[in-house]
Nanobody
Framework: QVQVVESGGGLVQAGDSLRLSCKAS???????MAWFRQAPGKEREFVAA????????YYGDSVKGRFTISRDGNKSTMYLQMNSLNPEDTANYLC????????????????WGQGTQVTVSS
């Protein structure tokens, strides 16, 4: 079993930056990690994903050039640096883990955190 815990959300103004963190525990082997987000009344949306090695990275079209995903040296913590935030980025940001190859779809991830809320005011 893998436990996933997000942190770093908050209320910011348009144009501000924010960094989210996700800590995975309970797994000793390799795993890929990803960020998704979900706003009220909308489907869960892919944001970014990173492979175990960090060599494979993917971004959703709406965040390319503004968000950066990374992992720390021991691989268990993942970050999402979010710059130039706008109100459309307001959502609950969820961290996900897969024991398989990195992917960009919700169904490819087995373990999920509860999410951290990001609210961007105009």
């Amino acid at each position: 079993q893998v436990q996933v815990v997000e942190s770093g959300g908050g209320l910011v103004q348009a144009g501000d930056s924010l960094r989210l963190s996700c800590k995975a525990s309970g797994r000793t082997g390799s795993y890929a990690m990803a960020w998704f987000r979900q706003a009220p009344g909308k489907e869960r949306e892919f944001v970014a994903a990173i492979s175990w090695s960090g060599h494979a990275i993917y971004y959703g079209d709406s965040v390319k050039g503004r968000f950066t995903i990374s992992r720390d040296g021991n691989k268990s913590t993942m970050y999402l640096q979010m710059n130039s935030l706008n109100p459309e980025d307001t959502a609950n940001y969820l961290c996900a883990v897969t024991l398989s190859a990195v992917g960009v779809h919700v169904f490819e991830y087995e373990y999920w955190g509860q999410g951290t809320q990001v609210t961007v005011s105009s």
